[in-house]
């Protein structure tokens, strides 16, 4: 028996991205690294450990971590301020 699979790219063209202001990281010595946790279980122990891991092995200076209310609603915009002024590197996470 032969069937036909029909495969979607679920990938869509970046809007904006000519906007947006690109920079690579030479390093993470020095640097700072914020979290936002999409307030979903376990995603606090994966911060930890890696914020563990970016500060001992690294060299990571600090590490600010923030959590949304929730994993379907966005995060306060003075959440995504602070991030923006304060951190070289902002990963935002999901958990389960």
């Known amino acids: 028996m032969s069937a036909s699979v029909l495969l979607y790219d679920p990938t869509a063209a970046r809007q904006g991205a000519a906007r947006q202001a690109q920079q690579t990281l030479q390093g ?3 640097k700072v690294v914020g ?3 999409n ?3 376990n995603f606090e122990f994966l911060v930890d450990d890696l914020a ?3 500060l001992g092995r690294y ?3 600090r590490v600010i971590k923030r ?3 929730s994993a379907s609603v966005a995060a306060d915009d003075a959440v995504y301020e602070e ?3 304060q951190c070289d590197l902002v990963i935002a996470g ?3």
């Open 52 to 54: 563990a891991q970016l």
């Open 67 to 69: 959590k949304k209310r």
């Open 35 to 37: 979290f936002i946790d």
């Open 94 to 96: 999901s958990g389960d």
């Open 83 to 85: 991030l923006a002024q």
């Open 28 to 30: 993470l010595r020095g």
């Open 39 to 41: 307030a979903k279980p």
């Open 59 to 61: 060299g990571v200076s």
